[in-house]
């Protein structure tokens, strides 16, 4: 399996306060995603990148935003975490677009 | 926003029969069209990425096939057996202006009865 790991796996926090999860890879893959499952909803795009220090919104950008300082390692922001945004969060990687992505184990996110 | 489609949303089939599913998208700047088969409580697994028009992808009973021209993919499953049981997804790259945006539908949910 890809080497690819979620920080934290389970999240309780507060309205209005800040949160980060990480994605952490050790395939040296250029794509990185962070997407976040809501029933009826599927996986829904919420920040991508396409390289170190290279990224773009998904389409639930609002409220979130990321960080990709090294290949191995991106970072999404909860800059004031709203209940709207309890929700799994599930980072996945791919090195090339038309190969597979690999998908972690999902962050269950609690805001209260 | 791409729009990707995905019918049926949900389908109930028994233990034995053989069914399929749509996933409908902009045939416009196509690149790649992926599956995904995701069990409760796990991770996406995947199934196929297809990127060629007319491409038919096997993988034991599951099947895919891919029209870039019309903008859809079908995913066939010949006799159903409860373990099949999961939320199937397919995802598009589209290319264009949206360098590497991976975009899923929102995923239609079998159920397979013993």
């Excluded at chain 1, 997407?35 to 950008?61: A, C, F, M, N």
Aim: glycine share 8%; net charge negative.
């Amino acid at each position: 399996d890809a080497g690819i790991t979620q920080s934290p796996r389970h999240k309780v926090t507060e309205t209005g306060t800040p949160v980060t999860l990480r994605c952490h890879q050790t395939e040296n893959h250029r794509y990185m995603y962070w997407y976040r499952q809501d029933p009826g909803h599927g996986l829904r795009l919420i920040h991508y990148s396409y390289g170190v220090k290279d990224t773009d919104k998904g389409e639930v950008s609002d409220g979130y935003s990321v960080s990709r300082s090294k290949t191995e390692d991106f970072l999404l922001t909860l800059e004031s975490a709203t209940s709207s945004q309890t929700s799994v969060y599930f980072c996945a990687t791919t090195g090339e677009l038309e190969e597979k992505l690999f998908f972690g184990s999902g962050t269950q996110l609690s805001v209260l | 926003i791409l729009n990707v489609e995905q019918s049926p949303q949900s389908l109930h089939v028994q233990e034995g029969d053989s069914t399929n599913f749509t996933c409908s998208f902009p045939s416009s700047n196509f690149y790649a069209l992926h599956w995904y088969r995701w069990e409760t409580a796990k991770s996406p697994e995947a199934l196929f990425v297809m990127t060629l028009n007319g491409d038919e992808k096997k993988k034991g009973r599951i099947s895919a096939t891919l029209n870039t021209k019309e903008g859809y993919s079908y995913l066939y499953i010949k006799g159903s057996q409860p373990e099949d049981s999961a939320t199937y997804l397919c995802a598009l790259y589209a290319g264009g202006t949206s360098y590497g945006k991976l975009t899923f539908g929102q995923g239609t949910i079998l159920t397979v009865h013993p």
